[in-house]
Each structure stands twice: as C-alpha cells, then as structure tokens.
C-alpha cells in the first residue's frame, strides 16, 4: 500500500484578500476554501490547487 504524499497549503504568507475577486492576493483562494484547508481530504486538496492554478493562471494572462 501506498502512502498519500501530503498536499502542502498553496499559502505563501501573504495574507490580503482582494475584495474584487474574492481571492487571497498571495494564494488565491476564497475565505472558505483558507478557513476549511485542514479539514479538507486529500482530494479536496488537490481539487482546491488546481483551482488556485487556474486563478493565478487567469490572473496573468
């Protein structure tokens, strides 16, 4: 059996929600998604970085 690696927060310490997107200026996630990340499952997590990728990604292009 394998083991799950964990998923380590997307926080990089700067803590500054935008209040036109609703996301974290530094991880880009919602409040919600911030207040649950230590209850979330390892496929929450993983749901929860993609959606942070798509955001930054959308953020910068």
Known sequence: MTK???IQSPCI???SM???T?????CY???????QWWDL????KQEVV???SE???????
């Open 41 to 44: 499952d390892h496929q929450q």
């Open 22 to 26: 609703g996301f974290c200026h530094g």
């Open 55 to 61: 955001r930054e990604a959308q953020q910068f292009s």
């Open 4 to 6: 799950e690696v964990e």
């Open 29 to 35: 996630r919602t409040i919600e998604e911030i207040q």
């Open 18 to 20: 935008n209040e036109t």
């Open 50 to 52: 993609l959606k942070v």
């Open 13 to 15: 310490g700067v803590c």
